[in-house]
């Protein structure tokens, strides 16, 4: 059968996958902090407004005109490390021609338990991330951050829409619009090329 052409790895991932977006229909996390900028149907990443982990509002439209790189992260995965390392080594490489990376916390998978000001020590000084680090939120489910049911709704996963595990990625254009998304075992340097690619856009 066609099935049997998986390894055994691939198939357990999807099972896994499918048992989460079903868990996770309905959470009972706290309600999400992240807004929109304004009360009309979003068009870009620019229409919200997140809080960043000291709780301060930060509007996406700062990041204007710039590509953009969202992560979901979590401390406590086993794909922390090397998705860390390679998101430094982006962040690092591109930071001055124009390219971001911003890091959003989320506990649904129960890797990234500990408070805000932790996960900012943790992030900071175990894995020497630079590029912003925001406030944890809620990625699936009703309590989703707005900004999350929009880069959803963009770009939706094989499985359906929801986020199947930490470091699920959304590539955005300098223009705010969700261009590609990429699972979470994906390596963040095999997106390289499609970043230098939207840098070199006009």
């Known amino acids: 059968m066609y099935l049997w052409r998986f390894s055994t790895g691939h ?6 996958g499918i048992a989460l977006f079903l868990l996770y229909r309905n959470p009972s996390s706290p309600p999400a902090s992240q807004s929109m900028a304004g009360e009309e149907t979003p068009k870009s990443i620019y229409d919200f407004t997140v809080k960043d982990i000291r709780g301060n509002d930060v509007p996406l439209s700062n990041y204007n005109g710039k590509v953009v790189l969202i992560v979901n992260v979590a401390s406590k995965c086993g794909l922390t490390q090397s998705n860390y390392k390679e998101l430094n080594i982006l962040y690092e490489k591109y930071k001055d021609q124009g390219f971001e990376i911003l890091a959003f916390p989320s506990n649904q ?15 900071c000084t175990m894995f020497k ?51 590609e998304r990429y699972a979470p075992t994906l390596p963040p340097l095999k997106i390289e090329e499609d970043i230098q690619n939207l840098l070199g856009s006009s």
């Open 109 to 123: 998978f129960w890797q990234e338990p500990g408070t805000n000001e932790k996960i900012q020590e943790t992030a």
């Open 129 to 179: 991330a630079e590029f912003p680090v925001f406030e944890k939120i809620d990625v699936n489910g009703k309590n989703a951050a707005p900004l999350y049911k929009f880069l959803k709704s963009e770009k939706g996963g094989i499985l359906g829409d929801g986020i199947k595990w930490n470091y699920t990625k959304f590539l955005v254009n300098k223009e705010g619009k969700v261009v």
């Open 11 to 16: 198939l357990l991932c999807v099972l896994l």
